[in-house]
């Protein structure tokens, strides 16, 4: 047999993946199928099948390129893919290892921001609960834009034609490109250690790319943890953003936050003047009031007849004396009759009846417990007689019985431990000069023994001695 032609599945595998990846059609392969068994690893690799009508093919996006994705792929989800085609030397399955991946209908852009959108109103960011109230008449005012561009102009030339007691604070901000979201949430960050009252963060309209900054989650948390009432103002009135949905109030355009943020001078003006109108009427009213009401406080019976007042006084007073002599008349009358009432009791006129009568009851009393306890006794020393004759029998008798129980249980071990009664059961006992020998060592040729069995005793000679 020529073992050299046989080669390893390892060397196999190893041979299939070169070929496939010299070939130049399949290292740069364009596939559109539908995303199932969709797995993301803890490492940032993702993992999924790609699918059609009739195929499936394994593929893996490794982590340096899924960062750079902007949605998170789902399973059904129709996708066009490109990456090269490869073999797992472990399993012997090729693959597609994904360099790129698109949505095949809807934008990436628009999938991730559906699903981030979807991802922070679970979470509870949008609700409005947690909106806080943007004050009407703020002193100074944060703006997080860009330094250069309409947005910022638009916002400060509108301030201050407004309301020009605002102060404003600008943190400039990068608005667009990779970098813009970090710098977007740093300067938020930096604005919770002024004293503001509002906070605009926002920029100038664009495409969805150019608005994106905005639509980081990063940004969005920044937004939602600021202790400032934050106005989102980002492009134009048709563009939504997901700050927009987190802030605690939507401008539909920078100038229109601005316009949020502070009042109308000449509102203001109207108001004062309005409130100012208002407050002379009302203080008229009172003037009015309070001089009608001292007219007819002067022109009262009272104020214009006061001695009237004090014969009336009087007049209560002399009725109110009358009624406590009556009522003290009355009492008195009541506590002399219960007086004579307990003066001629009949006890306390003759009080050695009463004792008499107590005297009489005690005696009763003693005679009645004496006349009890007498029986009592009788019938319990008969009692106690008859107890004593039986218990006295009866301990007797037990004494009796448990004395022969234990003479029986001696009998019987005597009976147990009496050689005759091994005798009887064949055994014999040998004796020399009266004692009995237990081992052949105390014997010697020539001794005369004697041989006790149950019926008699012989007497022997020893001619041989043998020892085990």
Same mark, same amino acid.
């Given at each position: 047999?020529?073992?050299?032609?046989?080669?390893?599945?390892?060397?196999?595998?190893?041979?299939?993946?070169?070929?496939?990846?010299?070939?130049?059609?399949?290292?740069?392969?364009?596939?559109?199928?539908?995303?199932? *068994?969709?797995?993301?690893?803890?490492?940032?690799?993702?993992?999924?099948?790609?699918?059609?009508?009739?195929?499936?093919?394994?593929?893996?996006?490794?982590?340096? *390129?899924?960062?750079?994705?902007?949605?998170?792929?789902?399973?059904?989800?129709?996708?066009?893919?490109?990456?090269?085609?490869?073999?797992?030397?472990?399993?012997?399955?090729?693959?597609?290892?994904?360099?790129?991946?698109?949505?095949?209908?809807?934008?990436?852009?628009?999938?991730?921001? !559906?699903?981030?959108?979807?991802?922070? !109103?679970?979470?509870?960011?949008?609700?409005?609960?947690?909106?806080?109230?943007?004050?009407?008449?703020?002193?100074?005012?944060?703006?997080?834009?860009?330094?250069?561009?309409?947005?910022?102009?638009?916002?400060?030339?509108?301030?201050?034609?407004?309301?020009?007691?605002?102060?404003?604070?600008?943190?400039?901000?990068?608005?667009?490109?990779?970098?813009?979201?970090?710098?977007?949430?740093?300067?938020?960050?930096?604005?919770?250690?002024? $004293?503001?009252?509002?906070?605009?963060?926002?920029?100038?309209?664009?495409?969805?790319?150019?608005?994106?900054?905005?639509?980081?989650?990063?940004?969005?948390?920044?937004?939602?943890?600021?202790?400032?009432?934050?106005?989102?103002?980002?492009?134009?009135?048709?563009?939504?953003?997901?700050?927009?949905?987190?802030?605690?109030?939507?401008?539909?355009?920078?100038?229109?936050?601005?316009?949020?943020?502070?009042?109308?001078?000449?509102?203001?003006?109207?108001?004062?003047?309005?409130?100012?109108?208002?407050?002379?009427?009302?203080?008229?009213?009172?003037?009015?009031?309070?001089?009608?009401?001292?007219?007819?406080?002067?022109?009262?019976?009272?104020?214009?007849?006061?001695?009237?007042?004090?014969?009336?006084?009087?007049?209560?007073?002399?009725?109110?004396?009358?009624?406590?002599?009556?009522?003290?008349?009355?009492?008195?009358?009541?506590?002399?009759?219960?007086?004579?009432?307990?003066?001629?009791?009949?006890?306390?006129?003759?009080?050695?009846?009463?004792?008499?009568?107590?005297?009489?009851?005690?005696?009763?009393?003693?005679?009645?417990?004496?006349?009890?306890?007498?029986?009592?006794?009788?019938?319990?020393?008969?009692?106690?007689?008859?107890? $004593?004759?039986?218990?006295?029998?009866?301990?007797?008798?037990?004494?009796?019985? *448990?004395?022969?129980?234990?003479?029986?249980?001696?009998?019987?071990?005597?009976?147990?431990?009496?050689?005759?009664?091994?005798?009887?059961?064949?055994?014999?006992?040998?004796?020399?000069?009266?004692?009995?020998?237990?081992?052949?060592?105390?014997?010697?040729?020539?001794?005369?023994? *004697?041989?006790?069995?149950?019926?008699?005793?012989?007497?022997?000679?020893?001619?041989?001695? !043998?020892?085990?």
């Amino acid at each position: 047999m020529d073992l050299e032609k046989y080669i390893t599945v390892g060397d196999l595998n190893k041979y299939i993946k070169g070929v496939m990846e010299s070939n130049s059609n399949l290292q740069n392969v364009y596939l559109k199928g539908e995303i199932s *068994n969709f797995k993301a690893h803890t490492r940032g690799h993702w993992y999924f099948t790609l699918k059609d009508e009739t195929s499936r093919i394994n593929a893996i996006m490794f982590s340096f *390129n899924a960062s750079k994705v902007k949605f998170v792929p789902i399973d059904g989800m129709k996708v066009l893919v490109n990456g090269k085609i490869s073999v797992y030397e472990a399993s012997g399955s090729y693959q597609i290892y994904v360099t790129d991946i698109m949505s095949d209908g809807v934008g990436n852009l628009h999938i991730a921001f !559906e699903q981030l959108k979807k991802k922070l !109103e679970t979470e509870g960011l949008f609700d409005k609960k947690y909106k806080k109230r943007v004050p009407k008449i703020p002193k100074k005012i944060g703006i997080v834009t860009a330094p250069t561009g309409a947005a910022i102009k638009d916002i400060l030339s509108t301030i201050k034609r407004r309301f020009p007691l605002c102060e404003t604070i600008l943190f400039p901000a990068l608005v667009q490109g990779v970098d813009a979201a970090p710098s977007i949430v740093k300067q938020i960050e930096k604005a919770q250690n002024y $004293d503001i009252d509002t906070l605009i963060v926002g920029r100038g309209g664009g495409s969805i790319e150019d608005l994106w900054a905005f639509n980081e989650e990063i940004v969005a948390r920044a937004i939602f943890a600021s202790k400032v009432p934050v106005i989102s103002a980002v492009g134009h009135e048709i563009d939504f953003t997901i700050s927009d949905f987190v802030a605690d109030l939507r401008a539909p355009t920078p100038t229109g936050a601005a316009e949020m943020a502070v009042p109308n001078f000449k509102d203001i003006l109207n108001y004062i003047s309005q409130v100012n109108i208002r407050l002379n009427e009302a203080l008229k009213k009172k003037l009015d009031y309070l001089s009608l009401n001292l007219t007819k406080i002067k022109n009262s019976y009272i104020l214009k007849n006061p001695i009237s007042m004090y014969e009336m006084k009087e007049q209560k007073l002399d009725i109110l004396i009358d009624k406590l002599n009556s009522n003290i008349q009355n009492k008195l009358e009541v506590s002399k009759n219960r007086f004579n009432q307990i003066k001629n009791n009949y006890t306390l006129n003759n009080p050695k009846n009463i004792y008499e009568i107590k005297k009489q009851n005690l005696n009763n009393l003693i005679y009645t417990l004496s006349t009890k306890t007498n029986n009592i006794v009788k019938d319990n020393k008969v009692r106690l007689a008859k107890y $004593d004759s039986k218990r006295i029998n009866q301990i007797t008798m037990n004494y009796i019985n *448990n004395s022969n129980l234990k003479i029986n249980n001696v009998i019987e071990k005597l009976e147990v431990l009496n050689p005759l009664n091994s005798l009887k059961r064949g055994y014999s006992i040998v004796k020399k000069n009266g004692k009995s020998i237990k081992d052949v060592r105390n014997l010697k040729e020539n001794d005369i023994i *004697n041989i006790e069995l149950n019926n008699g005793i012989i007497k022997s000679t020893v001619n041989q001695i !043998e020892m085990r």
